[in-house]
Nanobody, 128 residues
Framework: QVQLVESGGGLVQAGGSLRLACSASERTFTNYPMGWFRQAPGKEREFVAA????????YLGNSVKGRFTVSKDNALNTVYLQMNSLKPEDTAVYYCAGSDRTYAGSYLPKYHDEYDYWGQGTQVTVSS
């Protein structure tokens, strides 16, 4: 059973930065794409970012483009989400997700049901 553990959440003022990390329990996980989602109270889970197996291809959701970046360190089995210029509307529980499926070409999964493993989530709160 693959386990994903997020860390790095917390409280930050608007305009500030945070870096989330997601560690995977199995090294084979480095062969597959990983993603980040978030869910605010009363809202559906929203796609944030995805990254391919070697970290050379990324995709960001429209609401975070230009402010967030996603990267990974396969040697550490870890994926990162760097969040800059944070806004109060970024407040949510952030989830790391992993997919053990292979996708054609440069496609990166961006829908909830395309991922097979999920972390417990980490709270990010941005104050105004």
């Amino acid at each position: 059973q693959v386990q994903l553990v997020e860390s790095g959440g917390g409280l930050v003022q608007a305009g500030g930065s945070l870096r989330l990390a997601c560690s995977a329990s199995e090294r084979t996980f480095t062969n597959y794409p990983m993603g980040w989602f978030r869910q605010a109270p009363g809202k559906e889970r929203e796609f944030v970012a995805a990254i391919n197996w070697n970290g050379e291809s990324t995709y960001l959701g429209n609401s975070v483009k230009g402010r967030f970046t996603v990267s990974k360190d396969n040697a550490l089995n870890t994926v990162y989400l760097q969040m800059n210029s944070l806004k109060p509307e970024d407040t949510a529980v952030y989830y790391c997700a992993g997919s053990d499926r292979t996708y054609a070409g440069s496609y990166l999964p961006k829908y909830h049901d395309e991922y097979d493993y999920w972390g417990q989530g980490t709270q990010v709160t941005v104050s105004s």
